[in-house]
């Protein structure tokens, strides 16, 4: 049976392919005796004439992956590029060092634990990269005697 023509008139009429034109294989018949466009669209409201999903890549793979980074895994060595510090910048490395130690030293400035002369002297050493945390900065300030042992 050549259903050709009206695989056609369907396929303007679903707004695809012809190739994705599904016809039932068991109202062939019906189908050849469909002659005018009424008739097929007849066929395809009943349902013996209907449009085939399109295919294509499934997104679900790439979408488990894109969760999985999202939680922060998927980061080991072998998924990295470009150098230690392409990742990190050291800018942002010396501002998460330098600005708790900072805050600490106004903390105790404000709170007059040390004056400003000893403020400022630490403030300097602060910013030449003496210190590399906030507790080896408190540290330092026990050693000397300006902060009292816990």
């Given at each position: 049976?050549?259903?050709?023509?009206?695989?056609?008139?369907?396929?303007?009429?679903?707004?695809?392919?012809?190739?994705?034109?599904?016809?039932?294989?068991?109202?062939?018949?019906?189908?050849?005796?469909?002659?005018?466009?009424?008739?097929?669209?007849?066929?395809i409201s009943?349902?013996?004439?209907?449009?085939?999903?399109?295919?294509?890549?499934s997104?679900?793979?790439?979408?488990?992956?894109q969760?999985?980074?999202?939680?922060?895994?998927?980061?080991?060595?072998?998924?990295?590029?470009?150098g230690?510090?392409?990742?990190?910048?050291?800018?942002e490395?010396?501002?998460?060092?330098?600005?708790?130690?900072?805050?600490?030293?106004?903390?105790l400035r404000?709170?007059?634990?040390?004056?400003?002369?000893?403020?400022?002297?630490?403030?300097?050493?602060?910013?030449?990269?003496?210190?590399?945390?906030?507790p080896?900065?408190?540290?330092?300030?026990?050693?000397?005697?300006?902060l009292?042992?816990?």
């Amino acid at each position: 049976m050549d259903l050709k023509n009206q695989r056609r008139m369907a396929a303007q009429m679903l707004k695809c392919g012809e190739s994705r034109v599904w016809i039932d294989p068991n109202r062939t018949e019906d189908v050849a005796d469909a002659i005018t466009r009424s008739d097929v669209r007849t066929l395809i409201s009943s349902g013996t004439v209907a449009a085939r999903q399109k295919r294509g890549v499934s997104r679900g793979r790439a979408n488990y992956l894109q969760t999985q980074k999202r939680k922060g895994r998927r980061t080991g060595h072998g998924s990295r590029k470009g150098g230690k510090h392409a990742r990190k910048p050291s800018k942002e490395r010396w501002q998460q060092t330098i600005r708790p130690i900072r805050h600490r030293l106004r903390q105790l400035r404000d709170d007059g634990v040390i004056d400003t002369r000893t403020y400022r002297k630490y403030y300097l050493r602060a910013k030449g990269g003496v210190f590399k945390s906030r507790p080896h900065l408190d540290s330092h300030l026990r050693t000397e005697g300006i902060l009292k042992e816990r």
